[in-house]
């Protein structure tokens, strides 16, 4: 079945580095689109990026663009968020999903989240 399993989330200093991994099973990567989400306590969920299936096409959001690299291995089946210059705002539990279209927004399954804080 359909299945995403994010990882890679944990505590980490303003400034710093982390890379979330998102793992995905029983399908093909290449054949759709993966999107990264966040949602920190009390506000609502923020789509920060997506790879588009097929030519790679990456999207940004305006509060992680230049910050955060979105990439995917295909022949691992995983999708990486590489997140550097971290900031606390960005603390939240970061979500993947699938899209089956380019990224247009029609997610059809979610991971169970990864918890991010960044804090001194």
């Known amino acids: 079945q359909v299945k995403l399993v994010e990882s890679g989330g944990g505590l980490v200093q303003p400034g710093g580095s982390l890379r979330l991994s998102c793992a995905a099973s029983?399908?093909?990567?290449?054949?759709?689109?993966i999107g990264w989400f966040r949602q920190a306590p009390g506000k609502e969920r923020e789509g920060i990026s997506c790879i588009r299936r097929r030519d790679g096409s990456t999207y940004y959001a305006t509060s992680v663009k230049g910050r955060f690299t979105i990439s995917r291995d295909n022949a691992k089946n995983t999708v990486y968020l590489q997140m550097n210059s971290l900031k606390p705002e960005d603390t939240a539990v970061y979500y993947c999903?699938?899209?089956?279209?380019?990224?247009?927004?029609?997610?059809?399954?979610w991971g169970q989240g990864t918890q991010v804080t960044v804090s001194s």
């Open positions: 999903a699938r899209d089956s279209d380019y990224c247009s927004g029609q997610y059809d399954y």
């Open positions: 029983g399908f093909t990567l290449n054949s759709y689109s």
